[in-house]
């Protein structure tokens, strides 16, 4: 596993140059090797042609998305020697599969998406593999059986995401009984499941910080307020303590609801949010938010080299963690004029 750190770092393991023509009896999906690492198959353009890469992104659902969609789209351009077909799954797995489906059939070289939830994705990865077409996936996981159905996956550990957000609560806010509320990602999707695990066995050991609800706000702006007005409602405005969002748009939205019920954000409430975005950073910085986990989305750079590396017949690496960083309120001053997304 090779882990890197911030945007444009990554390299592809050791590139030892093994030009690998024949495919796996399963298709060109890649070979796993004996250290984890994939070698991907599949016809390479002839030198000169650009790489046809198929890209079915997961919707728009927030400023994350929005940054993830315009490195991709900025990196994989004809200057730079791609040829891209990118698709908007609109948040529906449905969508996603039709758009690998049309990849397939246009035989492109490299098809890479990100999941929108994790399971359901063999038969057509199968697909993919009987026709030879390398797979790449970024930012989500695919849970399945067979790791060969994709050669490489880049993204974040939201695990740790959600780690490092249960620490905080826990160290900063958990000296005394708190009461948590938690607006969960799209439901069955990695991050929201990561998340909600890594946060939880963060504070297992500490019997002051209880999540008292939590319910999914698909990770956009208008669920995450809608969503915490029914919190607001259900639990009483008295007993929540801290709000954990699994984004910074949920948790904005949740802001919204927040000043509409007539009370403070950031103190009233205590905040913590994953994406360290924008307009998130800025809340930070305004104190309507107290700690935000970074996931950085700015992986279109790191996406091309392993797609150059695969049609190349090169090894890579079966997974690339991104690292992220966190912000507290100091930190987001600083770090908010440099910010890119
Ligand atoms: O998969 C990454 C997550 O998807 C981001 O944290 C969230 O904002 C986005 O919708």
């Known amino acids: 596993?090779?882990?890197?750190?911030?945007?444009?770092?990554?390299?592809?393991?050791?590139?030892?140059?093994?030009?690998?023509?024949?495919?796996?009896?399963?298709?060109?999906g890649g070979?796993?090797?004996?250290?984890?690492?994939?070698?991907?198959?599949?016809?390479?353009?002839?030198d000169g042609e650009l790489i046809s890469v198929g890209f079915s992104q997961v919707g728009a659902e927030s400023g994350w998305r929005a940054a993830n969609t315009q490195s991709i789209q900025d990196t994989l351009t004809e200057e730079n020697g791609f040829e891209l077909s990118f698709s908007d799954a609109q948040q529906?797995?449905?969508?996603q599969i039709q758009a690998i489906r049309s990849y397939i059939a246009q035989d492109v070289d490299v098809i890479a998406f990100s999941p929108v939830v994790e399971t359901g994705w063999d038969a057509v990865l199968e697909e993919a593999a009987a026709a030879e077409i390398p797979v790449v996936l970024t930012d989500r996981a695919v849970d399945t059986p067979n790791e060969d159905l994709y050669v490489s996956f880049i993204g974040s550990d939201f695990v740790e995401e959600g780690e490092r957000a249960g620490a905080?609560?826990?160290?900063?806010?958990g000296t005394e009984p708190i009461n948590v509320v938690e607006l969960q990602g799209t439901t069955g999707s990695a991050p929201a499941n990561d998340r909600k695990e890594g946060f939880e066995s963060a504070i297992a050991d500490n019997p002051n910080v209880t999540i008292t609800a939590s319910q999914t706000g698909n990770?956009?702006?208008?669920?995450?307020?809608?969503?915490?007005?029914?919190?607001?409602?259900?639990?009483?405005?008295?007993?929540?303590?801290?709000?954990?969002?699994?984004?910074?748009?949920?948790?904005?939205g949740a802001i919204e609801a927040i000043e509409a019920a007539g009370l403070v954000?950031?103190?009233?409430?205590q905040i913590v949010t994953i994406d360290a975005v924008r307009d998130g950073m800025q809340a930070l910085?305004?104190?309507?938010?107290?700690?935000?986990?970074?996931c950085n989305p700015l992986l279109g750079p790191d996406l091309a080299d392993i797609i150059t590396s695969v049609v190349a017949g090169e090894e890579v690496e079966k997974r690339i963690v991104v690292e992220d960083q966190e912000?507290?309120?100091e930190a987001a001053v600083e770090a908010l004029p440099d910010r890119q997304y």
């Open 1 to 28: 596993m090779t882990r890197i750190t911030g945007p444009r770092t990554i390299r592809t393991s050791a590139l030892v140059g093994a030009v690998l023509l024949a495919l796996s009896a399963c298709g060109g």
């Open 168 to 173: 905080w609560v826990s160290e900063n806010l």
């Open 265 to 269: 954000p950031g103190e009233d409430i």
């Open 285 to 294: 910085a305004d104190g309507k938010i107290n700690f935000i986990v970074e």
């Open 31 to 46: 070979e796993a090797t004996d250290d984890g690492s994939a070698a991907a198959g599949g016809g390479a353009p002839a």
């Open 92 to 95: 529906r797995q449905e969508n």
């Open 327 to 329: 912000f507290d309120q």
């Open 219 to 252: 990770f956009t702006r208008a669920e995450g307020r809608t969503v915490m007005e029914g919190f607001l409602q259900s639990e009483g405005a008295e007993n929540i303590d801290v709000l954990f969002a699994h984004n910074d748009d949920m948790g904005l």
